[in-house]
């Protein structure tokens, strides 16, 4: 991460057979390390305000943690929560939406971002106490739920039939404000919005240290979005 106005020096290796390195020495308001969701929606944010960024990763973009999480969006407090991260996860829930709908105007690509709530299941007593704690959470943090009779979710998830016959005590909540996104989908969105930009994407590019003279930044703490 570089201050404005500062100059940066990257180290990319272009020839993995040769151990090639390559200097270049650029000017960016802002340098991200690590490409997956974080470090594109920081570089799509900040570049959409006039900044000049750059994004490296030291492997290809999208292909870490953003590439392989499942895209569930939990619900998040319709209270003022005390928690700084309570607090950041509440705003983000809010947001998603504008965010999503934002990146598809400007790529045309759907992210796939929807409201589709979320289906809590406890067959266990095990679950069953976990599930417990989580509906005192919800209740804290304003978060709506409710409880599915085994009716109810054979109506609409036909599948838990198996379920229900072999563990009849299974219990099932539903949360209408869980969301997803479709991980691909919403990387390709970022990658594109940012191009659209100017964004320098380095790919295969790692920042070997942070070394303050004057004005020159080289990398040796990384600041890692992954």
Same mark, same amino acid.
């Given at each position: ?23 270049? $020495?650029? =000017? ?23 900044? $000049? ?14 590439? =392989?999480? =499942? ?42 971002? #929807? ?46 039939? $198996? ?16 969301? #997803? ?13 940012? #191009? ?22 080289? =990398? ?7």
């Amino acid at each position: 991460l570089a201050l404005p106005g500062a100059v940066v020096v990257v180290a990319a290796r272009l020839s993995v057979a040769c151990g090639t390195i390559v200097v270049m $020495k650029r =000017a960016y308001d802002l340098v991200v390390c690590g490409g997956g969701v974080i470090g594109l929606s920081l570089a799509f944010e900040v570049a959409s305000r006039g900044w $000049k960024v750059a994004v490296l990763d030291s492997s290809e973009f999208g292909k870490g943690a953003s590439w =392989a999480c =499942a895209g569930i969006l939990p619900a998040g407090a319709t209270v003022n929560p005390t928690d700084p991260l309570e607090q950041l996860r509440s705003l983000s829930h809010r947001l998603h939406g504008d965010w999503a709908l934002r990146l598809r105007e400007r790529t045309g690509i759907d992210t796939e971002y #929807r409201r589709c709530g979320g289906l809590y299941i406890a067959a266990t007593p095990a679950e069953r106490a976990t599930l417990a704690a989580n509906r005192l959470w919800w209740s804290e943090l304003g978060i709506a739920s409710e409880l599915w009779s085994e009716r109810e979710a054979l109506r609409r998830m036909p599948g838990l039939g $198996k379920l229900i016959d072999r563990e009849p005590e299974v219990e099932f909540w539903f949360v209408p404000d869980d969301c #997803r996104v479709r991980n691909p989908r919403q990387l390709a969105a970022l990658i594109s919005a940012c #191009r659209s930009l100017h964004v320098d994407l380095l790919e295969h590019t790692r920042a070997v240290g942070f070394v303050i003279d004057g004005n020159i930044y080289y =990398a040796h703490q990384v600041l890692n979005t992954n």
